[in-house]
């Protein structure tokens, strides 16, 4: 009688397990042992495996990298918002995963990026094979750490993210409430996903990836419907009450004027739960 051989459970290490990549983490555990790297391990969110080490300081990773790993997802934000902390978060950090990884294969290693590696500010559409010359050292450190994981000798794709939003991320929708945000007509074109989707997003490309499915090096995650800031206000405040706005509301955003296109993602299947920002706002809404 034939034996058939027990499929080894796939073993995935999300290093910065914090807000994105707790909730990815999570939707992985059904399918997966998943080890989360953050510096306070006890913060994981539960069946995830905590380990506890600051990326930065490479000698608090020695010997905490699990055996046998077969995707890392790197999810780092920066402790400090110069370009310091943002070489150190995209950079430096992943750069010493790296290394501390030492002569293990990967079958696939994720570079969580942003959408802030594009510099377009003339409304025009931008996707995956746009140019990145990013004018601000964040989006130039995030895209030097796109370059590193794409060098790293493991099979690697980059996951950019536009704003993301949703119930733990309120700051628009408070601004907006709040009398704080008051953007010029017509105002530049903003994109947004909401937390939800993101993590989803990265979790379903995981899952490609473990199943031996073919994956881009590079995907845009971005809501299906790009729109400009003062259209987005607009509609907020008709669905809420909110307050007039202040002499010194903030008019917008620094990001340019482009408009993400999510035609790759949504080709690998991926399906949105908030295709657009009134499905995500309109949920934050109705839950107050």
Sequence with gaps: MAITERRKTPRILVAGCGKLGGAIASRLTTSATVFGLRRNP??????????????????????????DLDIILYCLTPSSYDQQGYRDAYVTGLENLLTALGSQSLKHLFFVSSSSVYS???????????????????????????????????????????????????????????????????????NRIHEEDAAEAAAHLVKLALSGASLETCYLASDCEPVRLDEVVDWVRQQTPCAD????????????????????????????????????????????
């Excluded at 000698?59 to 990298?65: F, G, I, M, S």
């Excluded at 739960?273 to 309109?282: E, I, Q, S």
Aim: neutral net charge; proline residues 9%; charged residues 30%.
């Design 42 to 67: 006890g913060l994981v969110p539960e069946g995830v495996h905590g380990i506890g080490a600051d990326l930065t300081r490479p000698e608090t990773l020695a010997r905490k990298l699990p055996a």
């Design 245 to 288: 706005p202040q002499p010194d509301a903030r008019k917008g955003g620094r990001a340019g004027s482009k408009r993400c296109s999510n035609k790759r993602l949504l080709d690998t299947g991926f399906q949105f739960r908030y295709p657009d920002f009134r499905a995500g706002y309109r949920d934050m809404i109705d839950q107050g």
């Design 120 to 190: 377009q500010d003339d409304d025009s559409w931008v996707d995956e094979s746009s140019p990145t010359e990013p004018a601000r050292f964040s989006g130039q450190q995030v895209l030097a750490g796109e370059q590193t994981a794409l060098e790293s000798g493991h099979p690697a794709t980059i996951i950019r993210y536009s704003g993301i939003y949703g119930p733990s991320r309120r700051r628009f929708l408070e601004e907006v409430q709040e009398g704080r945000m008051n953007p010029a007509k017509p105002a530049p074109f903003s």
